[in-house]
C-alpha cells in the first residue's frame, strides 16, 4: 500500500530499524570513550600517589639514616668518656753496667760497644808464670807472637809438649823455663830467606788492662827485637780495636802490675 512520499510500508520499516541501529552504536561509541578517560585519570592520580609514597619512604630512610648516625656517635662519645684512655708503661730506662777499673794512676781500660780500646803498644801479662812484658799491637800479623829460645819437642802421655825459656823482665840474661802441650806447628817464611821455618805455637792465658784471654802464640826468638811479645789479629779480632794514636791505653789491675815489671829489648821489630 503506498504512503506518504512515495514510501511504502516496507520501506518505512527498514528506515527505523537502521535509524535505532545507528543511535546504538553512536551511544556504545559515547559510553566507551567516558569510560577510557575515566581509566586514564585514575591511572594518573595512582600513579601520582605511588609517587608520593615513594618520596615519602625516601625522606623515612634519610630520617631513620641520620637518626642512627646522631645515636652512634652519641653512643661512642659516652663510652669514650666513660673509659679513659689506656696509659702506655714507662720505657725502661737502660741499665748501665760499670767496668771494674783498676785502681791506677795510668788511663783506665775503655770499651767501645764492648770491644777494649788498645793502643799500638801495650803491657801483656802472662798469668802462670806471673810475668809482665811490653807488647805491639799488629793488626797485620795473623798470629801472635811470643819471645822463647832453646825450644824443644817432647812427649808426655803420649801427647807432644814443648819446653821453651822466656826472658824473665828486668833481669839481663835470665831466663825462666815454660812447658806447654803443643798446639800445631805453624809454617813461617822469612823474607829474607828462601826456606821456610817451622814454628811451635801454644796456648797461653794473659791479661791486657782488665781483659783475660787465653790464645796461641807463635814461639820465636825475638831477643833483637824492640818488644817481647807480638799482638796479632788471632786475639784482636771481635774483641779489641787500636787507637793507633795512643800508646798503653789500658791498664792492669795492681794485682798484676806488683809482679815483675815488663821486659824490653834490642831494636827493631817483627814476627
Same mark, same amino acid.
Given at each position: ?52 609514597? /615513594? ?77 809482665? !812484658? ?18 824443644? !819437642? ?10 821453651? @825459656? ?27 830467606? @828462601? @826456606? ?51 800508646? !798503653? ?8 802490675? /806488683? ?9 827493631? @821489630?817483627?814476627?
Amino acid at each position: 500500500m503506498p504512503t506518504r512520499a512515495g514510501c511504502t510500508l516496507p520501506h518505512l520499516f527498514m528506515l527505523v530499524v537502521t535509524t535505532f541501529a545507528l543511535a546504538g552504536c553512536a551511544g556504545s561509541a559515547l559510553v566507551e570513550k567516558d569510560n577510557l578517560e575515566t581509566l586514564e585519570k585514575g591511572q594518573s592520580e595512582q600513579t601520582r600517589e605511588i609517587q608520593q609514597l /615513594s618520596e615519602d619512604l625516601k625522606a623515612h630512610h634519610r630520617g631513620m639514616v641520620r637518626n642512627s648516625n646522631e645515636n652512634t656517635r652519641a653512643l661512642i662519645e659516652t663510652i669514650r668518656q666513660q673509659i679513659s684512655p689506656p696509659s702506655c708503661p714507662e720505657r725502661p730506662q737502660p741499665v748501665c753496667r760499670e767496668v771494674s777499673e783498676p785502681a791506677s794512676k795510668s788511663a783506665p781500660s775503655q770499651r767501645l760497644n764492648g770491644m777494649l780500646i788498645v793502643g799500638e803498644l801495650e803491657r801483656v801479662h802472662f798469668m802462670e808464670p806471673g810475668l809482665t !812484658y811490653e807488647a805491639r799491637v799488629d793488626s797485620g800479623a795473623e798470629t801472635s807472637s811470643l819471645d822463647a829460645r832453646n825450644v824443644t !819437642y817432647f812427649e808426655r802421655n803420649g801427647e807432644d809438649w814443648v819446653r821453651f @825459656d822466656v826472658p824473665v823482665p828486668g833481669a839481663k840474661n835470665e831466663l825462666e823455663t815454660l812447658e806447654r802441650p803443643l798446639s800445631r806447628n805453624a809454617r813461617i817464611i822469612q823474607a829474607s830467606a @828462601d @826456606d821456610s821455618e817451622r814454628r811451635a805455637v801454644v796456648e797461653m792465658q794473659f791479661a791486657i788492662g782488665d781483659h783475660v784471654q787465653k790464645a796461641e802464640f807463635t814461639l820465636s826468638n825475638r831477643e833483637n827485637l824492640s818488644q817481647t811479645v807480638l799482638v796479632g789479629r788471632n786475639i784482636l779480632r771481635d774483641v779489641m780495636l787500636i787507637d793507633v794514636g795512643k800508646e !798503653y791505653a789500658t791498664s792492669l789491675p795492681e794485682k798484676l802490675k /806488683s809482679s815483675k815489671p815488663a821486659a824490653k829489648a834490642g831494636k827493631g @821489630d817483627g814476627q
